[in-house]
């Protein structure tokens, strides 16, 4: 879109920037309470020193904008060293880690050499008081060779205290992987879920964004509540889905000359969007399941009674 379209777009709803973005901005954190809780959880655990955190959320739940609003939230005295893309090798995890400890390795160097490097910088780290944190998003696609090595990290402590706390967030995928190496998963000493939001909490979600873009208190909601109940609808109360839906249904409202989108631009928005699934369209799947389940048991019924 145009510059000069862009700014009568923001201009028409009273916004200062684009309300709905995708890439996660931890000016716009909303603390619903799943997220809070996480958010909460993590700081509290790592305050005392735990060793292993683990966050698990589906596609879109907020795990990357948690994942930097833990970042940026981490108190003085932390080091914080971050992997957002961890499909690595172990010899790259090790290389990873080094360098976010300011240390470059080239690829020929042993994994050896780099662990060793690893574990000098994190006793000096800690003897001078400095907490270090490992944050890894994206940790499903770890591989269970890599995970290996992350736990072996792990084990590196002093008699009093860990060397390396670890944050993981991932997809659920990452549950599976952690399944294959018994002696990881034992480890996790806090772990959470990220749920979709309620309806009431997708609501407060919108509201938020739309305030933190700019629009002033006084204005009245710019999701009228219906429109919030079918944007809940077709988005699941998935956050990343929610926000593409809201954005389209701004657009379509904006081109329409509406104050505010109703229930015709969200359901339109909807059908746009690939990863949105109507609520019509949604009990209509379920409707056909039920009836091929029914069939189903009445077929079974059926070989029941005539054997």
């Not at 292993?52 to 939230?73: N, Q, W």
Request: hydrophobic share 50%; proline share 6%; with cysteine.
């Amino acid at each position: 879109m145009p510059a000069g379209r862009t700014l009568s777009y923001l201009a028409h709803f009273g916004l200062a920037e684009t309300p709905f973005g995708l890439t996660p901005d931890t000016d716009f954190f909303f603390a619903s309470p799943p997220h809070r809780e996480a958010l909460d959880t993590l700081l509290h655990a790592l305050a005392g020193g735990e060793g292993f955190l683990r966050i698990v959320g589906a596609v879109g739940t907020g795990k990357t904008l948690l994942c930097r609003t833990l970042l940026a939230a981490l108190p003085s005295g932390t080091r914080a060293l971050y992997l957002p893309n961890p499909a690595l090798d172990p010899a790259g995890i090790l290389r990873a880690v080094a360098a976010e400890l300011g240390f470059e390795f080239c690829d020929s160097e042993s994994a050896y050499t780099v662990q060793r490097s690893i574990e000098t910088r994190l006793i000096e780290l800690a003897a001078a008081g400095i907490q270090v944190v490992l944050v890894i998003d994206e940790a499903q696609a770890l591989s269970p060779e890599s995970l290996e090595t992350v736990r072996l990290l792990s084990n590196l402590e002093t008699e009093k205290q860990k060397l390396l706390c670890i944050v993981l967030f991932g997809q659920p995928e990452l549950d599976a992987r952690l399944e294959i190496i018994p002696q990881f998963k034992t480890r996790i000493s806090f772990h959470d879920t990220l749920r979709p939001l309620t309806r009431s909490e997708l609501a407060a979600y919108l509201d938020h964004r739309v305030a933190r873009a700019g629009r002033g208190p006084a204005a009245a909601p710019l999701f009228p509540a219906r429109a919030v109940a079918a944007l809940h609808a077709a988005s699941g109360g998935v956050p990343r889905v929610a926000n593409v839906v809201a954005h389209k249904t701004l657009l379509l409202a904006w081109g329409r000359g509406l104050e505010r989108p109703g229930l015709r631009e969200v359901r339109e928005a909807a059908r746009d969007t690939l990863a949105a699934r109507p609520a019509s369209v949604r009990l209509r799947i379920l409707a056909g399941i039920a009836l091929v389940a029914a069939g189903a048991i009445a077929g079974w019924l059926a070989q029941g009674i005539l054997a």
